[in-house]
């Protein structure tokens, strides 16, 4: 059973930056993984993915602000959020695709405050 825990939201000012940690049991050299969020009374949202080597893509509202990567040494995927938004506060969700199974993560929440 694959687990992935993520870290790193907070509350933060706009205009400022985080950066979120996906954590996951086991090796991800071979996985497709990515970011997804979710904000209140909305649909859960494509923010970045990235494939195992290492081509990213992004949700047209966070394109040059947020990049995405990965450390295939420490099994940890990673997403840096830069010129935050009020409007990137969401619950913010990793995951991983590996051996044709999808797995998520619990979500960490992002609050950017105005």
């Known amino acids: 059973q694959v687990q992935l825990v993520e870290s790193g939201g907070g509350l933060v000012q706009a205009g400022g930056s985080l950066r979120l940690s996906c954590a996951a049991s086991?090796?991800?050299?071979?996985?497709?993984m990515g970011w997804y969020r979710q904000a209140p009374g909305k649909q859960r949202e494509l923010v970045a993915t990235?494939?195992?080597?290492?081509?990213?893509a992004y949700g047209d509202s966070v394109k040059g602000r947020f990049t995405i990567s990965r450390d295939n040494a420490k099994n940890t995927m990673y997403l840096q959020m830069n010129s935050l938004k009020p409007e990137d506060t969401a619950v913010y969700y990793c995951?991983?695709?590996?051996?044709?199974?999808?797995?998520w993560g619990q979500g960490t929440q992002v609050t950017v405050s105005s």
């Open positions: 086991g090796s991800i050299s071979g996985s497709s």
């Open positions: 995951n991983e695709f590996r051996a044709s199974v999808l797995y």
């Open positions: 990235i494939t195992s080597d290492g081509s990213t």
